[in-house]
């Protein structure tokens, strides 16, 4: 079972929200989840995971949040070649345009994207969370 890092970017909790329902599916799955605030995770910390999440929020115009998920996300990605990811966030008034260029980004660094990215409207719903706690379950086996 795989040991899997959900690393997120939150202002006002609703990402928060989808990388806690995440950890529960890879802890579900028999996996091991580690929660982490963007912030708090560097290059250094790749190769002690099997497996990714990461999580942003729409911020700017459709763009991924450039404060400090950005610079984390930049300095990462190019050792996410091979590896298994899966993306996930919230959006407010748009139609999940970042998370599409956020995806195809993903997949020009190489990665493993195993879904389209799970989205939801601000606060997750019944049916965000489930597919967040499925995106966890895919992750950890
Ligand atoms: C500065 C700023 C820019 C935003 N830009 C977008 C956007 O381009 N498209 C969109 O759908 N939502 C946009 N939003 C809405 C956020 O994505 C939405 O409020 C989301 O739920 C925030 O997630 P969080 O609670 O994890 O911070 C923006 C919000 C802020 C504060």
Redesign the pocket.
Same mark, same amino acid.
């Given at each position: 079972m795989n040991k899997v890092a959900i690393v997120?970017?939150?202002?006002?909790?609703?990402?928060?929200m989808?990388a806690n329902a995440v950890a529960d599916g890879v802890r579900n799955a028999g996996g091991s989840a580690d929660v982490i605030d963007c912030t708090s995770f560097s290059a250094s910390d790749i190769s002690n995971y099997d497996a990714f999440a990461f &999580?942003c929020?729409?911020?700017?115009?459709?763009?991924l949040e450039e404060g400090s998920f950005e610079p984390m996300f930049s300095s990462v990605e190019t050792l996410l070649n091979g590896k298994k990811v899966g993306l996930f966030?919230?959006? &407010? =008034? &748009?139609?999940?345009? =970042?998370m599409e260029l956020w995806s195809e980004r993903v997949i020009n660094d190489g990665a493993n994207l195993i879904n389209q990215g799970v989205i939801?409207?601000?606060?997750p719903d019944a049916e965000a969370n489930e597919a967040c706690n499925k995106l966890g379950a895919e992750l950890a086996s």
């Amino acid at each position: 079972m795989n040991k899997v890092a959900i690393v997120y970017y939150s202002a006002t909790g609703n990402t928060e929200m989808m990388a806690n329902a995440v950890a529960d599916g890879v802890r579900n799955a028999g996996g091991s989840a580690d929660v982490i605030d963007c912030t708090s995770f560097s290059a250094s910390d790749i190769s002690n995971y099997d497996a990714f999440a990461f &999580g942003c929020p729409a911020m700017g115009a459709e763009q991924l949040e450039e404060g400090s998920f950005e610079p984390m996300f930049s300095s990462v990605e190019t050792l996410l070649n091979g590896k298994k990811v899966g993306l996930f966030g919230s959006y &407010g =008034w &748009g139609v999940g345009e =970042w998370m599409e260029l956020w995806s195809e980004r993903v997949i020009n660094d190489g990665a493993n994207l195993i879904n389209q990215g799970v989205i939801a409207n601000y606060a997750p719903d019944a049916e965000a969370n489930e597919a967040c706690n499925k995106l966890g379950a895919e992750l950890a086996s």
